[in-house]
């Protein structure tokens, strides 16, 4: 049984006080986090390419898999509250958790604004359309997906 959202939850309870339902429903929807990314050990900088998780939907932008995805992505993330604090700075600008994690409001388009979970599509701000199978691409070639803006 799925756990009932408190009303604008997101602006009242810590993150680590949020029920499984709620910490879920941050996530947008976007892909961005889906997307296989470049980390320059030298720089600490990070760029994301166009190239996505072979477990990504590019038309949904949501795993395909996502209560099994580490059967298939042993690495896939598992973010939780302790976990945020040590990849938040490659998650998207975007990002729910990220920005609250820094202290900061979500954006006005989220759906949890909006009512509408298709409105992070609508908005643009996800990554639907735009992505490329990662089995299409050898990863010698990844440097010709990087995305010019960080998401």
Request: aromatic share 10%; charged share 30%; hydrophobic share 30%.
């Amino acid at each position: 049984m799925t756990a009932k959202l408190r009303p604008r939850f997101w602006e009242t309870v810590p993150l680590n006080k949020l029920n499984a339902s709620e910490w879920e429903a941050l996530c947008d929807g976007c892909g961005k986090c889906c997307l296989n990314k470049i980390e320059y050990e030298d720089t600490g900088e990070v760029d994301y390419t166009r190239i996505a998780c072979r477990l990504l939907d590019g038309e949904t932008c949501r795993c395909t898999q996502y209560p099994i995805r580490h059967q298939f992505v042993p690495d896939c993330v598992r973010l939780t509250p302790k976990t945020l604090p040590k990849i938040a700075y490659w998650m998207p600008r975007t990002c729910a958790y990220r920005l609250l994690y820094e202290g900061r409001p979500i954006p006005d388009w989220h759906p949890l604004n909006t009512g509408d979970p298709d409105s992070t599509h609508k908005t643009g701000h996800s990554v639907r359309g735009l992505t490329v199978p990662e089995f299409e691409v050898d990863e010698d070639d990844w440097d010709d997906y990087i995305i010019n803006e960080t998401p």
